[in-house]
């Protein structure tokens, strides 16, 4: 179904089975869990026992805000460039109109309408690119985040941090994954074992 809104923390106990969930802060699993099939979106930190199976079913794992931002910021820009299609056309038919054989007030009423429509498709534009830029300013408060598997991930599962992704091709253990800050790409280290 739906998206699950699992509020701040989550925490597994046994598994979590094709499902879609949205975890606030922070993902924890319990010794022997398997998250298994599904959509996770986590906002700050995953600290996961086995992900994926062995069957190689697909598993996303969305890790940070900017996952659930930059889905935001597509559908904004689409919106916006329809948006701007729209007002080239309308600016287009307002020159073709002064060439049009009817009346002179046919020819008025014409301009108004379509004055009108710019008038409104600006201002929808407008609010839409302050929309934008609200968001842009929200990925700049980015904080480093991680996905730590203390069992195994396996192939199927796909990982995504932002606009960066990383597709498991070959079975992992005892893993971290992170966004690296300078290179600004998905990079995984072993996991420290106390």
């Known amino acids: 179904g739906g998206l699950i809104d699992a509020g701040t923390d989550l925490t597994i106990m046994k598994e979590l089975i094709n499902s879609s ?3 606030g802060r922070n ?3 319990a010794k022997g869990s398997s998250i298994i099939g599904g959509q996770l979106f986590i906002q700050n930190h995953c600290n996961a026992f086995n992900l994926g199976s062995s069957l190689g079913v697909a598993t ?3 890790m940070g805000p900017h996952s659930l931002i930059f889905q935001k910021l597509k559908r904004l820009t689409t919106v ?4 701007q299609e729209n ?3 309308l600016n287009i038919s307002k020159i073709r109109a002064k060439t049009l054989n009817v009346s002179h007030e046919e020819k008025e009423k014409l301009r108004i309408q379509l004055d009108s429509a710019i008038e409104t498709l600006q201002t929808e534009k407008e609010a839409i690119s302050e929309q934008l830029n609200e968001l842009q300013e929200e990925l700049k408060k980015y904080r480093p985040i991680y996905l730590r598997i203390a069992g195994a991930v396996y192939p199927g599962v796909k ?3 932002g606009q960066h992704q990383f597709d498991i091709i070959e079975p992992f253990k005892q893993v971290e994954f992170y966004l690296h800050p300078v290179q600004q790409k998905i990079c995984y280290r072993a996991l420290k074992t106390s």
């Open 60 to 62: 996303q794992i969305h």
């Open 21 to 23: 969930v949205l975890v």
């Open 27 to 29: 993902l924890n699993c």
């Open 159 to 161: 990982i995504v941090f």
């Open 80 to 83: 916006s460039e329809h948006l």
């Open 87 to 89: 007002l080239d056309a």
